[in-house]
């Protein structure tokens, strides 16, 4: 069992940063692939990024590419995503996943609402 929590949400002006964190519990984190997904109003969820149980093995959607960046640090047991130059369409709330691989979700957290103003 993996309990995640989301934090870094925000209001941020287009062109602007923020950086999501998610915190997982457990002594497993390093076992299992990690992933960002994010849901618009009226639109389902949709996968932003995820990251492999192999450090450094990442993907990414086309719409966010070469403006976000995932990473994992496994000794604080976090996740995370810089996100960089948002644009309104970013806005949403994002989702920490976790699952054998972020392909394969077994685990939600409760989401962060990221608003991008334009």
């Known amino acids: 069992q993996v309990q995640l929590v989301e934090s870094g949400g925000g209001l941020v002006q287009a062109g602007g940063s923020l950086r999501l964190s998610c915190a997982a519990s457990?002594?497993?984190?390093?076992?299992?692939?990690m992933g960002w997904f994010r849901q618009a109003p009226g639109k389902e969820r949709e996968f932003v990024a995820g990251i492999r149980r192999i450090v450094g093995s990442t993907a990414y959607a086309d719409s966010i590419k070469g403006r976000f960046t995932i990473s994992r640090d496994n000794a604080k047991n976090t996740l995370y995503l810089q996100m960089n130059s948002l644009k309104p369409e970013d806005t949403a709330v994002y989702y920490c996943?976790?699952?054998?691989?972020?392909?394969?979700?077994?685990?939600w957290g409760q989401g962060t609402q990221v608003t991008v103003s334009s």
């Open positions: 996943a976790a699952g054998s691989s972020f392909t394969n979700i077994d685990y």
């Open positions: 457990g002594r497993t984190f390093s076992s299992y692939g």
